[in-house]
């Protein structure tokens, strides 16, 4: 049974599979275990990098190819519930329709440049994308009748998820309100698309992806339209990162150019792709899981670190929260070196003890 | 590298090899681009005004990516950070011309040529010795691996850029041209800045160093010779990998010296504008041909008249013209206008 909600992916390592099932239980009792609005925010982005991170894992990981503009499908995602709420006014229906058109976007753009660049070589995907993701960047300030350029949309979700919506009496000292259902409806959603994904890399096709990954000759020798299978890789892969921007706009209920298209999050995913292990969806999982924990709470010890550090100059600059990405480039290149397959990867490497 | 290849000389990587008569269909392109433009433009002056400027921010663009495209073609080598020695080379150019503004605010043009000189100089030499470190520490260890490439190249790239914010300030610094060269000269209702016209004189000085260096000395025949055939060069007993490393830190002080231009170009200077940069020259080296030179003054060209006249028909399509060339280019050839590597 187990088996096969994981498609025959088990985990291979006792503690990766400890791990798991920590983050799942944790996950799913977070409101309950570490009330209160930060951590519950905290538990919602974990979630949803969790689907973002493993749709790039899907390339990355999987398939071998670099795309830089995937916070681009993440971002129209999120664009797409925002604009539909804006527009058609709160509802379901909106944001029905606003995640088709997201979707329908996302896969006929990710279809364009990857037929357009893969056809080629597999190495001008990353420098097209790394150009079409910023200049949709750009695009989406610019546009600032339909997106409200930077400084975003803020609008109301369906009033079963906002906020104001109560169904009980508080249950250990947890407010039953909508946000619980709202948090509760993007885990079960990411849970769907997480397995939906084990299903995809498990498969055939994703065994075609990974042999494309290891040796494309080979792999277009045996038979396997290489070009096809890459581009069908990267509409998959810009499908879920467009249904997880989706969720995170009706988590926050705004969307802006910074929270969703910034190249930010993009060397963030990158990132959190090679610390948990590219070429696994537990690798994503895990270290989404450890990034984001680590996002939220080491930069408040970086700022402590600071302020007793403050008195030295020049240590003051490179120990401030605001350098954060330097000590990430910093991690991101030593993990690729020393440390390619990642926190899963070396779990699994670690021969277990034979009883 | 498949055994075929060694085989027999007729192999399909034959097909590469550059043609003996020059192909002269893409450069035909500046011109009748140009010449469909002046129609939709209307005036006259105005085309020549945006003609001018177009030539004149592909010069610019052409001197940082030539670097990048030889890099690549001799040793198959992306890397994705250059664009942090267009950065770093035109913030040491302000720190330079900083302390000298009572040359640079003299009215007399060769003190404020003498300072850009300067400026320009120690740009190169410090984007030059930046990029043999990086290439040391970054690139080195992962030769041969496109992923690993891009990967750590783009890492060492968003590495520079915070060291850049520690050392000058996250904020946007202002960079004033030379008091000199700033205004137009104007040729009947035309008017080109002086800026420009600089910038095309250093541009072609560049192409020119670089057209004499690779095709008319011994270096830039081995260059040359690595870019199509790297094994068989090193079989001839000549260590390509001191010649990677010359091209390398090379191809690092033209970035330093495009981002002087670039830097003074745009009047100020920003922590991301490596980034910015990189996206541009990418989209010119893929439509050159990753490797070739002369695809990449063509392809630079193009893109400075596309952008510019774009940016005056219809500004709202301006971030993707060039995207849009880039299309339409390599529907045309898909490897490029100059295909050179067969890899």
């Avoid at chain 1, 879920?240 to 910034?262: I, K, Q």
């Avoid at chain 2, 320009?120 to 990029?131: E, N, Q, T, W, Y």
């Avoid at chain 2, 690139?139 to 890492?155: D, E």
């Avoid at chain 2, 137009?184 to 670089?210: K, N």
Wanted: hydrophobic share 55%; with cysteine.
């Amino acid at each position: 049974m187990l088996r096969r909600i994981l498609s025959n992916d088990m985990p291979r390592s006792r503690w990766l599979a400890l791990l798991l099932i920590l983050l799942v239980l944790g996950l799913a009792f977070a409101p309950f275990l570490v009330p209160g609005v930060k951590a519950m925010n905290v538990a919602a982005k974990i979630v949803i990098f969790i689907v973002l991170v493993a749709s790039f894992d899907l390339l990355l990981g999987y398939t071998g190819i670099v795309s830089f503009a995937h916070t681009m499908f993440f971002g129209i995602g999120a664009y797409g519930v925002a604009i539909a709420s804006t527009t058609m006014g709160p509802g379901w229906v909106s944001l029905a329709a606003g995640m088709g058109w997201a979707i329908a976007l996302s896969c006929l753009l990710a279809f364009v440049i990857g037929l357009f660049s893969l056809r080629v070589r597999a190495m001008f995907f990353a420098m097209i994308t790394l150009a079409v993701g910023s200049a949709f960047a750009s695009l989406a300030s610019q546009l600032s009748d339909l997106t409200g350029g930077e400084d975003g949309l803020t609008f109301s979700v369906p009033a079963i998820i906002s906020p104001g919506f109560e169904f009980g009496k508080p249950l250990f000292g947890v407010a039953l309100d909508g946000r619980l259902i709202c948090y509760y409806l993007i885990f079960g959603l990411a849970l769907l698309q997480v397995l939906a994904m084990l299903r995809i890399v498990n498969s055939p096709f994703g065994r075609v992806l990974q042999a494309i990954r290891d040796n494309e000759f080979r792999a277009e020798a045996i038979g396997y339209p290489v070009i096809v299978y890459r581009t069908m890789a990267a509409v998959l892969s810009a499908l879920f990162a467009c249904l997880a921007g989706g969720m995170l706009a009706l988590w926050l209920r705004y969307n802006g150019p910074d929270t969703s298209l910034s190249m930010e999050i993009m060397v963030d995913v990158l990132l959190i792709v090679v610390i948990g292990g590219m070429g696994t969806i537990y690798g994503a999982a895990i270290g989404a899981t450890i990034f984001i924990i680590a996002q939220n709470y080491l930069q408040d010890l970086l700022a402590v670190v600071d302020k007793t550090s403050g008195s030295l100059p020049g240590v003051a600059s490179v120990l401030s929260p605001d350098r954060w990405l330097l000590w990430l480039g910093l991690l991101f290149v030593l993990s690729v070196y020393f440390f390619p397959t990642g926190i899963v990867g070396t779990l699994r490497d670690t021969p277990e003890r034979k009883h | 590298m498949t055994e075929t290849e060694i085989q027999s000389p007729t192999s399909p990587r034959a097909r590469f090899v550059r043609p003996i008569e020059f192909d002269m269909r893409p450069m035909l392109l500046i011109p009748a681009i140009a010449l469909l433009a002046l129609p939709l433009v209307g005036s006259p002056s105005t085309w020549l005004t945006l003609t001018l400027a177009g030539l004149a921010m592909g010069m610019i663009i052409f001197i940082t990516a030539s670097g990048l495209t030889l890099v690549f073609g001799l040793m198959d080598v992306l890397n994705f950070g250059h664009g942090l020695f267009i950065a770093f080379g035109a913030y040491v150019a302000g720190t330079v011309l900083a302390p000298l503004v009572a040359w640079t605010s003299s009215a007399e043009l060769w003190r404020n040529l003498v300072a850009l000189g300067c400026a320009m100089v120690a740009a190169m030499v410090a984007a030059a010795a930046l990029g043999a470190a990086f290439e040391r520490l970054i690139v080195r260890p992962v030769y041969g691996n496109h992923l690993k490439q891009i990967l750590i190249t783009m890492g060492g790239g968003i590495i520079g850029e915070e060291l850049i914010k520690i050392i000058w300030g996250p904020t946007q610094i202002p960079l004033p041209l030379p008091e000199a060269l700033r205004g137009a000269i104007s040729f009947g209702d035309a008017s080109l800045s002086r800026y420009r016209i600089l910038a095309v004189c250093i541009g072609f000085v560049v192409f020119a160093a670089l057209a004499w260096t690779l095709n008319r000395t011994k270096v830039g025949l081995l260059v040359r010779a690595g870019v199509q055939d790297r094994e068989m060069v090193e079989a001839l007993g000549y260590r390509i990998g001191r010649l990677f490393v010359g091209v390398f830190v090379a191809g690092s002080a033209l970035a330093g010296l495009g981002g002087v231009m670039w830097g003074l170009f745009q009047q100020n200077l920003i922590p991301q504008m490596g980034l910015q940069v990189n996206v541009l020259i990418f989209i010119v080296i893929i439509i050159g041909g990753l490797g070739s030179t002369t695809g990449a003054l063509t392809g630079a060209l193009l893109v400075g008249l596309v952008v510019n006249y774009v940016g005056f028909l219809f500004p709202a399509l301006t971030q993707f013209s060039s995207i849009g060339l880039l299309v339409a280019v390599l529907l045309w050839r898909p490897q490029g206008i100059y295909p050179v590597v067969g890899r």
